[in-house]
């Protein structure tokens, strides 16, 4: 699927439609995830129970946040970002949830949000009204936008506290740091396309300890990695067409990096989620991959993903309207 330009939705509702956001977390919360390149999945997960009668539609973007034990969801096609607090049923609309509009107590089709500790507030990638807004968590009437006029997608902060979006109007990275009128080009911007200056569609992004900016990199089925300053990208993971091998990737999306450079990738249209040691020609499958479907072993078109601090991965699968926890197996 190519990006038209001044179509609000023609490209996160190809994601919904056709097999269709951690999200990424910040790079601090790497330090205790601790993943190695020998960690196994159980292959069949738990459904996350979402309680106060509130139900998913088309979750993308997930954060977690391990010190409260709670995961907040961008529910794409409920306009709003949900928050569930883990062992309990306690789940509740912490923004938008006032029907799809542009007014500032309103969202449209959020596609991703991580939370910014300094602020105690959510920065969420309202895409569907081309901006990325900030909901302070301590005053629900206290909202803003930081960034407007962008084809927003993924987002996530450094351990400055700065802030790294994706354009998949523009296809590339920009990074804001605070009180920037304007932000600074960090991956692509050499327009659409598939040279290593190049991006095709990017959505989430990762960032991590050197300011070095992981993509997933959507219609050109690959990984990039861009070294800070740098003029181009390495592929990191597929980079050899749309397919389903081992080599292959289809529409990468949500992604996380450990401290060695190894990626963990939802590969959405292959209905799996992938590790890609660093410097590999090939992946290896973690999770799903058992064909599209509702089954707990399977996915249909994983977006979102993150680590909680033992290692558990939680999957947005999207189409299903659910999240899946995969625990880690020990034995």
Known sequence: MLLENHQVSSFSFHLFSFCTCFSIQEQENIG???????????????????????????????????????????????????????????????????????????LSRPTDVIVDQKTKSLIISDYGNRRVVRWSMKDQHDQQIIISDIYCYGLTMNKNGDLFVSDCEKHEVKRWREHEKEGIIVAGGNGK??????????TFIFVDRNDTVYVSNYSNHRVMKWMKNAKEGVVVAGGQGQGYGLQLLSHPTGMTVNEMGDVYVADSENH????????????????????????????????????????????????????????????
Not at 193 to 202: C, E, F, I, K, R
Not at 289 to 311: H, K, T, Y
Not at 321 to 326: A, E, L
């Open 32 to 106: 205790h995830n601790q993943l190695s390149n020998n960690l196994k999945w159980k292959q069949f997960a738990i459904t996350i129970t979402i309680g106060d009668g509130i139900q998913l539609n088309g979750p993308q973007g997930i954060y977690f946040d391990d010190e409260q034990q709670t995961i907040y969801i961008a529910d794409y096609e409920n306009h709003r970002i949900v928050k569930s607090k883990f062992g309990t049923n306690n789940s509740q609309v912490v923004a938008g949830g006032n029907g799809e509009g542009d007014r500032i107590d309103q």
């Open 272 to 331: 799996r989620v992938m590790y890609w040691p660093s410097q590999s020609k090939e992946g290896r499958l973690i999770v799903g991959g058992n064909g599209q479907g509702q089954g707990s072993n399977q996915l249909n078109s994983p977006i979102g993903l993150a680590f909680d601090r033992e290692n558990n991965l939680y999957v947005a699968d999207c189409v299903n309207s659910r999240i899946q926890r995969f625990d880690i197996d020990r034995n």
């Open 193 to 202: 396309g598939n040279q290593l200056n190049q991006l095709n569609g990017p």
